[in-house]
């Protein structure tokens, strides 16, 4: 057996020869005392993938906030979030003119306190290290970034020639002397490779945590057997699911304003529809795990879900003004649902209610895969179950 201590060194150890430079912040997430057992290991071995070349430059800041929003808000956490935003990312000196590849989103990352902060890059770009010495003096003193993304805060600086602007979904903006020839084939093809590496990077993360549980795959095929266990306790879990969806479609008939017009007097969100979700089991996530996202896919856009939902109302809000074209009405109502989010505090179905509503879709699905509408759901289905198996 393994334990997961021992299996991370050896994957800090690996990425640090592999970029050949010490500010790769692993060894320092990991280190973070915050968070669930275990989350500070699991987020460190995921936090590789966001650093190789393929990867897109907005995968660390989102990556970034999830160590604040997980781990806590501890000087720690803070510190190790900072690394990951400052981080220089891997890139590749024969390839599309060593393109150094930088988040044009404005609203990354969302947390506060890394806001206004800018990366290192590969030093064979930034020759005269201007960069490098900006990346430290915001690091200790960041900038305004109020509507401003990363790479505009480079572009500010007079150093926009030397990075490249890359939105959220993946593919690089025009922009910057370092794009070299790159054409749309080749960002098509760091897109698809992009996607590629995060995958394995997700396989390499889950394998790490059935390694630390006994043995890599025994466990779980261990958890699988366990859940299929007796008939009885999987009729009831049908059934509860059966009822959710029964739920789900009682509350669309019962909200006119789902999937039409906001109910607030003089709102008008543009091209998107402003709620936000709350399941389990998003993309890798544990089925049982609960976490808060965008709804709308063009106001999603390359947003990751998170357990905390102050992430997800402040991208939501940022998103209406950047792409979905709300008006001042629409948006008030948005700072609004945000600000109750804020201060109710809760992380269940009822927090992403409260929002809902507060923009004028009460009543929208909060669960649009299925499964069980909230936490409480899942702990009751579980009750059953080992009630069943006993």
Request: contains cysteine; aromatic residues 2%; hydrophobic residues 45%.
């Amino acid at each position: 057996m393994v334990s997961k201590t021992l299996l991370l060194a050896a994957i800090v150890a690996y990425v640090e020869a592999r970029f050949g430079q010490e500010q790769v912040p692993i060894a320092a997430i990991s280190a973070v005392q915050g968070g669930d057992a275990g989350a500070a290991a699991t987020i460190a071995g995921a936090a590789i993938s966001d650093l190789l070349g393929a990867a897109n430059s907005c995968d660390k800041l989102v990556r970034a906030d999830q160590i604040v929003a997980e781990l806590g808000g501890g000087a720690d956490a803070i510190a190790a979030a900072i690394g990951m935003v400052t981080a220089e990312k891997n890139t590749n000196p024969f390839a599309n003119g060593n393109a150094q590849n930088v988040c044009a989103d404005p609203t990354l990352p969302a947390t506060a306190e890394l806001r206004g902060i800018t990366p290192l890059i590969d030093p064979d770009v930034d020759v005269d290290g201007a960069v490098a010495a900006l990346s430290a003096q915001t690091a200790a003193s960041p900038l305004n970034a109020d509507g401003l993304s990363v790479f505009d805060l480079l572009d500010q600086a007079g150093l926009g020639d030397l990075v490249v602007a890359q939105q959220s979904a993946g593919g690089a903006a025009a922009g910057g002397a370092a794009a070299g020839g790159a054409d749309d084939a080749n960002a098509d093809d760091n897109q698809d490779a992009n996607a590629d590496d995060n995958a394995a990077a997700d396989d390499n993360a889950d394998n790490a945590d059935d390694a630390a549980a006994c043995d890599a795959g025994n466990a779980a095929a261990g958890n699988a057997t366990a859940d299929a266990g007796d008939a009885n306790a999987d009729d009831n879990a049908a059934a509860d699911d059966n009822a959710a969806a029964d739920d789900n479609a009682a509350a669309d008939d019962n909200a006119a304003a789902v999937g039409g017009a906001s109910s607030i007097a003089g709102a008008d969100f543009g091209q998107c529809t402003p709620t936000i979700i709350f399941e389990a089991g998003q993309p890798g996530r544990q089925p049982d795990e609960f976490t808060f996202q965008i709804a709308d896919p063009l106001a999603r856009g390359g947003q990751q879900d998170a357990l905390n939902p102050n992430i997800i109302t402040n991208a939501l809000c940022n998103q209406l003004i950047n792409v979905c074209g709300a008006n001042d009405a629409a948006q008030a109502a948005c700072l609004d649902g945000k600000a109750q989010v804020e201060a109710a505090g809760t992380r269940d179905k009822s927090t992403a209610d409260l929002f809902n509503a507060a923009v004028g879709f009460a009543g929208a699905v909060t669960n649009p895969d299925g499964g069980p509408a909230d936490v409480t759901d899942v702990a009751a289905a579980n009750k059953r179950a080992r009630k069943f198996r006993a």
